[in-house]
């Protein structure tokens, strides 16, 4: 399974972004979803979830009321829409899949990794 993250970029603080990840080598739809984040020294963080179907939805506090997160499994690829960004949310998103919302939720042994995307928000 390999997932493909993109839609990263540099944008002033209150705009907005939305990030995309595709996922090939496997059924889409038997993955839970998650996204990342880690900012330059600091430790990796969650930023959102969602389940196979889109039933089950988690966010992170930090960015509650500003991110969401969507899929379409017919185009096999899960989104971030980030909104009134901040200098703050700067960091390298990661999307990741797991089997399970457990691992996501805790981010703990994921079973799936994509490579990072750059998201840098300015003041």
């Known amino acids: 399974v390999q997932l493909q993250a993109s839609g990263g970029g540099l944008v002033e603080a209150g705009g907005s972004l939305r990030l995309s990840c595709v996922v090939s080598g496997g059924t889409f739809s038997d993955y839970g979803m998650g996204w990342f984040r880690q900012a330059p020294g600091k430790e990796r963080e969650f930023v959102a979830a969602i389940s196979w179907s889109g039933g089950s939805l988690d966010i992170a506090n930090s960015v509650k009321g500003r991110f969401s997160i969507s899929r379409d499994n017919a185009k096999s690829t899960v989104f971030l829409q980030m909104r009134s960004l901040k200098p703050e949310d700067t960091a390298v998103y990661y999307c990741?899949?797991?089997?399970?919302?457990?691992?996501?939720?805790?981010?703990?042994?994921?079973?799936?990794w994509g490579k990072g995307t750059q998201v840098t928000v300015s003041s």
């Open positions: 990741a899949a797991d089997t399970t919302l457990g691992p996501l939720l805790k981010g703990e042994n994921i079973a799936y």
